[in-house]
Nanobody, 131 residues
Framework: QVQLVELGGGSVQAGGSLRLSCEASGFTFSKTCMAWFRQFLGKEREAVALSYTGGSEETYYGDTDRARFKVYQEIVKSTVYLQMNRVKPEDTARYYC???????????????????????WGQGTQVTVSS
């Protein structure tokens, strides 16, 4: 059974930090495109950051301020993280972990991916930033 379990959301004041984690199980974590998306209220999900779990461990970012956000992985734990620093109220959203596995995984790991290319999704974790 495939599972993506996100942890680490919550409420934080502007300027603070949060680290989200996503532990994957039920599929091969290696050579998978692991992604963080976020969804603002009433908006479509948008890509925040992506990490390919092949040997290159390439990372990609959407329109997110990459100076504040960092995505990284821990292969031995089948976990991908999103470190969020100097958060702003406009970062308030529900954050989702997603995975694209299989032979196309490398190709979908691009800065602004098509979310339909991601087969597996977590339930999401809410991040609320207060001013």
């Amino acid at each position: 059974q495939v599972q993506l379990v996100e942890l680490g959301g919550g409420s934080v004041q502007a300027g603070g930090s949060l680290r989200l984690s996503c532990e994957a199980s039920g599929f091969t974590f290696s050579k998978t495109c692991m992604a963080w998306f976020r969804q603002f209220l009433g908006k479509e999900r948008e890509a925040v950051a992506l990490s390919y779990t092949g040997g290159s461990e390439e990372t990609y970012y959407g329109d997110t301020d990459r100076a504040r956000f960092k995505v990284y992985q821990e292969i031995v734990k089948s976990t991908v993280y999103l470190q969020m620093n100097r958060v702003k109220p406009e970062d308030t959203a529900r954050y989702y972990c997603a995975a694209a596995a299989g032979p196309r995984a490398w190709h979908v790991c691009i800065p602004n991916p098509n979310r339909n290319d991601f087969t597996y999704w977590g339930q999401g974790t809410q991040v609320t930033v207060s001013s």
